[in-house]
T-cell receptor, first 111, second 115 residues
Framework: SQQGEEDPQALSIQEGENATMNCSYK?????LQWYRQNSGRGLVHLIL?????REKHSGRLRVTLDTSKKSSSLLITASRAADTASYFC???????????FGKGTLLTVNP | ETGVTQTPRHLVMGMTNKKSLKCEQH?????MYWYKQSAKKPLELMFV???????ENNSVPSRFSPECPNSSHLFLHLHTLQPEDSALYLC??????????????FGPGTRLLVL
């Protein structure tokens, strides 16, 4: 069954605004990862947050993890047109080394 | 993206053709993966190799045949494909498959169209 599921499916904002994307998952995890994919290209790893961490920052990215709610959020601050892409969360299974990806959130940042 | 390369970038093939996709990683990783990405569907894991040994075959039809001659190279051999196999095929690598998954590094993908 699908592990990670992103919300919303699509998000359109103006340059300079913040973008928040959410991910919900079903089973216990070791860590959760966020990836970005520009149209028709490969995925780029953004950030990994471990199950014992609650928040992590990387540049303009802020990721939170709430294991009690089985959810994570990705915040992109001061967005730029170049941030336009699909964003995916990926979760593992505590008993498994595989990553399971969601369907993604398509973020459009308008100049 | 230069850490993991894939060729060709685009491929059009008929259902009776045989072709191969190639992936090469320059990151010194021990694990390599093939994924299929179709429109409106989540990324699907197809195969996992760890130190050239296949550790996962995710119920993939036999018309897809992987090959991993060494830890830097991964191939996906294609034969008698169906139109529904048209998709973006992504290769990825990671440090290893032991323990919780770490970051995976993806190639740019091969856009495959089966006519």
């Amino acid at each position: 069954s699908q592990q990670g599921e992103e919300d919303p499916q699509a998000l359109s904002i103006q340059e300079g605004e913040n973008a928040t994307m959410n991910c919900s998952y079903k089973t216990s995890i070791n860590n959760l990862q966020w990836y970005r994919q520009n149209s028709g290209r490969g995925l780029v790893h953004l950030i990994l947050i471990r199950s014992n961490e609650r928040e992590k920052h990387s540049g303009r990215l802020r990721v939170t993890l709430d294991t009690s709610k089985k959810s994570s959020s990705l915040l992109i601050t001061a967005s730029r047109a170049a941030d336009t892409a699909s964003y995916f969360c990926a979760t593992d299974d505590r008993n498994n080394y595989k990553l399971t990806f969601g369907k993604g959130t398509l973020l459009t940042v308008n100049p | 993206e230069t850490g993991v390369t894939q060729t060709p970038r685009h491929l059009v093939m008929g259902m009776t053709n045989k072709k191969s996709l190639k992936c090469e990683q320059h990151l010194g990783h021990n694990a390599m993966y093939w994924y299929k990405q179709s429109a409106k569907k989540p990324l699907e894991l197809m195969f996992v190799y760890s130190l050239e040994e296949r550790v996962e075959n995710n119920s993939v039809p036999s018309r897809f045949s992987p090959e991993c001659p060494n830890s830097s190279h991964l191939f996906l051999h294609l034969h008698t494909l169906q139109p529904e196999d048209s998709a973006l095929y992504l290769c990825a690598s990671s440090q290893d498959v032991a323990g919780p998954p770490g970051a995976q590094y993806f190639g740019p993908g091969t856009r495959l169209l089966v006519l």
